[in-house]
Structure formats: C-alpha cells, structure tokens
C-alpha cells in the first residue's frame, strides 16, 4: 500500500481529535487524550451544592428558592453539573453542533458521577426528545448519549420512545422570559401509563425550565408520582 497522502493524514487527525483530543478544548494545551486538561476542568464553573433542589437557582442555604415556594414547577428536583457560562457553553455547542465525541463522553461521565445518588427509587431514564426534524438535521439526540453510562451503571432501563415531541418550538434564545414559559406547551406526548412511576429526565441545558416544566407536566398526567431532572449546565438568573 503507497504512503497515504497528506489530506487521508489530515483526516485521520480529525477523526482522532473527534475521538480522543490530544489538547484540551478549553485552552489548546496537552491534554493526554481527555478533553480538559487538568487545570481547565478544575476551574469549570461548577454549581453550588446550595442551589435549590428543585431548580438548582441559587437557595436559601440548600433550601428552596423563593421562586419554587411561590410556584412550584411540576418536576420535583433538578440537579445541574456546570453554570453555562464560559468555557461550558462553548462546550455545550460543540458537542450539539459538532459532534465532538469526546465531549459527550465527558459530560456522560461526570452526568454519572452527579447522578450516582439522584433519584434513588427511579424507574425510568428519559433522555430529553427531540423533535424528528431536528433530529434529522442534528444527526443523533445528545441526551440520549448523555443518558447512556447512566442507564448502565445504575441498571435503569433508557425509555427512548416513552415521550414524543409533537411540536418543533423554536429556539429559546432570543425570547422574553414570558415567551420563554409560554413557548413548549403542547410540545410533549405521552401514551404509556406512568401511574406511581418514578422519572429522571437527561438534558444538557436547562434555562428557564419552562421545556422540563411542560415534560414533567405530560409525565405527570400521564400518572408519574416524581420527575427529576439531571442536567450538564443550568443558566443562572437572570436569563
């Protein structure tokens, strides 16, 4: 076999940079394989372990949120990785847009560390859906590859077709904090009976949560007694 020419090198590289980074994607250091090296991963902005329970908003002290005692969102307990905010976000739209692997493997790894204890009476692991449309035009659902190690490690079964999303709601970003509450309703069915099921649903960012409101809303009346959220990054307040 000839040598191979400089363009098959080239994209050699690439996929290997996909699979196993050689520099870290927050500074461009060695990184010995891992997506983050050492110090970069050390300085992620990690969120609080004073965050509400329930929507993982800065609590009184562990407790919950003035906002979730006022009006208490139909899940039951939200437990978020990062703040999204530099370099996560960053991160965030590389493995949404980008398909960088490596990066789903390294939120999926530390979404099991986090969620070792969540939840401990689940019985079911939803992966956030996607409408087919974006799924078509993104190739593959991030939270369902963020759900996966989860799944196994804690030996819940992944519920890829309990929930559908019937509506294709447009981009949160961009919209007013009422728009942002008003925008997934009707976005979600469900036909399985769920009654006293115990649910954790797997995203990868939640901003206002009106999305995981309205899913946990169609699990709800669909007979499910808990709805936990597990998230990589939760934008802080305001959004």
Not at 32 to 53: F, H
Not at 76 to 81: G, K, M, S, V, W
Not at 230 to 235: D, W
Request: glycine share 8%; hydrophobic share 45%; with cysteine.
């Amino acid at each position: 076999m000839s040598n191979p020419t400089p363009a098959l090198l080239a994209l050699w590289q690439r996929v290997a940079d996909f699979v196993a980074p050689q520099r870290c994607f927050a500074c461009g250091s060695s990184s010995g394989g891992d997506a983050l090296c050492t110090p970069c991963r050390q300085a992620l902005p990690r969120r609080p372990s004073t965050a509400c329970p329930r929507c993982a908003l800065p609590g009184l002290g562990g407790g919950l949120c003035a906002a979730c005692v006022r009006r208490p969102p139909a899940y039951d307990a939200t437990r978020a990785l990062y703040d999204f905010a530099f370099p996560v976000d960053a991160m965030v739209h590389a493995l949404k847009y980008r398909h960088q692997l490596a990066l789903v493997a390294y939120f999926a790894a530390e979404l099991r560390e986090l969620g070792r204890d969540f939840g401990a009476d689940a019985e079911l692991l939803l992966p956030m859906p996607l409408h087919p449309r974006r799924l078509a035009e993104r190739g593959f659902n991030q939270a369902v590859e963020l759900a996966r190690p989860l799944a196994r490690s804690r030996a819940l079964p992944l519920a890829l077709a309990l929930v559908s999303k019937v509506r294709d709601i447009p981009a949160q970003a961009g919209l007013g904090r009422e728009e942002r509450q008003r925008n997934p309703r009707g976005a979600f069915v469900c036909d399985q009976d769920l009654h006293g099921q115990r649910v954790i649903v797997v995203d990868d960012v939640m901003t206002t949560g009106a999305t995981l409101d309205e899913l946990a809303r169609c699990l709800k009346g669909r007979g499910a007694v808990w709805v936990g959220n597990l998230v990589v990054a939760r934008t802080p307040a305001p959004y």
